[in-house]
């Protein structure tokens, strides 16, 4: 038997019951969001609970509304440090901002491409601080394929789990231009050369490549 407490508010709302991660991992929930649906077992068998699409579309339609008509919210200002050190002057100073200028750090001498950009914002002592410590840690930085050594299948692996009730669907093969064969040409040959993957002969083809245009050039 599986106990849990809740809070009871009075408001309207979408939701009868809010459950939390823990909740639901110990009653074995399966949710799926999209049919309003949670199933979990019992000892009657399994426990079906639905959502009510109209009475959900219309709470959400209610909240946007509610918000749109909102004013905008004021920065919080901030009286005090927590361990009552004293009061800041400026807490925006304190609080670390995105920052668009950035400034490009080289991480290694032997290799001057191999850069890091940084922001313009820091003090000079965390500078300092922050160059340090990623010339220290360069090794966790990979550049290439080269400077993955990969995993032990012993630590784990990966498979299909195919179901052999099931008869393969073979894709129509498609045909690709030049840029694209090389850039496939280019990969499979970095991944074989370091053993990632290997060759396999199957009595028929079996699916396209899936080429994905990057932001700064190539595929």
Same mark, same amino acid.
């Given at each position: 038997?599986? &106990?849990?407490?809740?809070?009871?508010? #009075? $408001?309207? +709302?979408? &939701?009868?019951?809010?459950?939390?991660?823990?909740?639901?991992?110990?009653?074995?929930? !399966?949710?799926?969001?999209?049919?309003?649906?949670?199933?979990?077992?019992?000892?009657? *068998?399994?426990?079906?609970?639905?959502?009510?699409?109209?009475?959900?579309?219309? $709470? %959400?339609?209610?909240?946007?509304?509610?918000?749109? $008509?909102?004013?905008?919210?004021?920065?919080?200002?901030?009286? /005090?440090?927590?361990? *009552?050190?004293?009061?800041?002057?400026?807490?925006?100073? =304190?609080?670390?901002?995105?920052?668009?200028?950035? =400034?490009?750090?080289?991480?290694?001498?032997? !290799?001057? #491409?191999? $850069?890091?950009?940084?922001?313009?914002?820091?003090?000079?002592?965390?500078?300092?601080?922050?160059? #340090?410590?990623? @010339?220290? !840690?360069?090794?966790?930085?990979? @550049?290439? %394929? #080269?400077?993955?050594?990969?995993?032990?299948?012993?630590?784990?692996?990966?498979?299909?789990?195919?179901?052999?009730? &099931?008869?393969?669907?073979?894709?129509?093969?498609?045909? %690709?231009?030049? =840029?694209? %064969? =090389?850039?496939?040409?280019?990969?499979?040959?970095?991944?074989?050369?370091? /053993?990632?993957?290997?060759?396999? +002969? &199957?009595?028929? @083809?079996?699916?396209?490549?899936?080429?994905?245009?990057?932001?700064? /050039?190539? @595929?």
């Amino acid at each position: 038997m599986i &106990y849990d407490q809740f809070l009871i508010v #009075d $408001c309207p +709302t979408a &939701y009868n019951v809010i459950a939390g991660r823990m909740t639901l991992t110990e009653i074995k929930a !399966h949710l799926s969001p999209h049919m309003l649906l949670m199933k979990f077992p019992t000892w009657n *068998g399994t426990g079906i609970i639905r959502g009510n699409q109209l009475s959900a579309r219309t $709470c %959400y339609s209610t909240t946007l509304k509610s918000v749109a $008509c909102k004013p905008p919210m004021e920065a919080m200002s901030v009286q /005090g440090l927590p361990n *009552g050190s004293g009061p800041i002057d400026n807490p925006r100073e =304190e609080t670390p901002m995105l920052n668009k200028e950035m =400034e490009t750090v080289m991480r290694n001498e032997e !290799h001057p #491409d191999r $850069c890091v950009k940084i922001g313009t914002t820091l003090n000079p002592h965390l500078r300092t601080q922050f160059i #340090d410590f990623l @010339w220290h !840690h360069a090794e966790v930085f990979t @550049w290439s %394929y #080269d400077d993955m050594p990969g995993i032990s299948l012993e630590v784990i692996s990966h498979k299909l789990s195919i179901s052999l009730a &099931y008869k393969p669907v073979r894709q129509k093969r498609r045909s %690709y231009d030049a =840029e694209r %064969y =090389e850039a496939m040409h280019t990969e499979v040959d970095k991944l074989k050369a370091i /053993g990632f993957i290997r060759e396999a +002969t &199957y009595p028929v @083809w079996l699916a396209n490549s899936v080429m994905v245009r990057k932001a700064k /050039g190539g @595929w």
